[in-house]
């Protein structure tokens, strides 16, 4: 899968491909767009939409961080049954 960066445009058709590889970071971006679009319009105080923010961003990072101990796991799993004589 091609990389995106943060610095040149990227093709929306892989940004796409990669968040449906990874739905649980998929819902956590439409969580986030839903706030900026105030999709439920509940939100009407700064000090609400910062906590719903903090909220998003901290269920984002633990999803990133399962995700990347599980390919790291994988990784190494596959490293040491690689080694192991047969």
Do not use: F
Request: a negative charge.
């Amino acid at each position: 899968m091609p990389k995106i960066s943060h610095i040149e445009p990227c093709d929306s058709r892989d940004l796409v491909a990669r968040l449906e590889a990874n739905p649980k970071i998929l819902a956590k971006v439409l969580e986030m767009l839903e706030l900026v679009e105030n999709a439920e319009g509940d939100l009407r105080r700064a000090d609400e939409a910062e906590r719903r923010v903090i909220e998003i961003l901290r269920g984002t990072g633990q999803e990133i961080l399962t995700g990347w101990a599980e390919q790291v796991a994988e990784a190494v799993t596959a490293e040491v049954r690689a080694a192991e004589p047969v």
